[in-house]
């Protein structure tokens, strides 16, 4: 089986590859051990100074970047080991670094992968992209991030949208609305998040990495935010309707909600 992530580094760029196509891109436990890796490895080489974070879409007929959590392994009580200490969820949403990523995006950012988006610095997405929030399908909460991060980026009201809903914003609103910084057609996707790394590789490193940090300080802590998506997650996890909801999803069908 080949690892789930890849890495790659040319020059001052480094391309870091979700790969489990077969399974739209989900997150299982050794996914989110190489991603983390993975990270680890960009933060310290110092010829890097950038990364492109993409995914594998080979053989998928409607292309996912990532669905997020992988609900097998959540339906097998194994979701603790979707997440790091250092990390969170897939052992990037909350990893404290210093150098900028950069995410190109194409097909459907969902769930968690949505949040893995939000986590980025830079959104690219092919025309064809959607982003969404779909946990509320499968009675869990968005708490790796996407609850508080969404709002800043796309408004209290249109996020509320997407979170209760549970429906995909399309690539052009998302552009429209702040989520997005570029839209791309999806063969050139991959071209334009290269041109977009180079142009900030190209910048004085030490004054990206201090800009990128007061942007970053400006939207203040989440740490509070952060300790109580893990807890009213834990709670919900913990219900009937969560077992019900992964149980329909696993035997592709729909939930039968007891509002217990």
């Known amino acids: 089986m080949p690892d789930p992530v890849r890495f790659v580094n040319s020059g001052h760029i480094a391309v870091i590859t979700l790969d489990r196509p077969a399974q739209r891109n989900a997150v299982d436990s050794e996914m989110a051990e190489q991603l983390e890796s993975a ?57 404290q670094r210093t150098k900028p990523i950069v995410a190109a995006v194409d097909g459907l950012a969902t769930a968690g992968g949505l949040e893995i988006v939000l986590a980025c610095d830079v959104v690219i997405a092919s025309t064809r992209s959607a982003f969404g929030l779909a946990e509320v399908r499968r009675n869990l909460i968005a708490a790796a991030g996407g609850l508080f991060r969404l709002p800043r980026v796309v408004g209290q009201a249109v996020a509320m949208d997407a979170i209760l809903t549970a429906e995909p914003i399309p690539a052009q609103r998302a552009f429209d609305l702040g989520l997005v910084s570029r839209l791309s057609d999806p063969e050139r996707l991959a071209a334009d998040a290269r041109g977009v790394a180079e142009q900030i590789a190209q910048a004085g490193p030490l004054a990206v990495r201090a ?47 007891k509002g217990r």
């Open 39 to 95: 990270v680890d490895r960009f933060e310290a080489d110092p010829e890097l100074r950038v990364a492109v974070l993409q995914a594998n879409t080979e053989g998928q007929q409607r292309p996912v970047f990532c669905a997020g959590a992988d609900l097998k392994a959540v339906a097998a009580g194994l979701l603790s080991s979707l997440h790091t200490e250092r990390g969170g969820f897939a052992g990037f949403v909350y990893r």
């Open 211 to 257: 800009s990128r940090e007061v942007v970053l300080a400006a939207r203040g802590s989440e740490d509070t935010l952060r300790e109580m998506s893990a807890t009213l997650l834990a709670q919900v996890a913990e219900s009937e309707d969560t077992a019900e909801g992964l149980a329909a999803f696993v035997e592709r069908r729909q939930p039968a909600w």
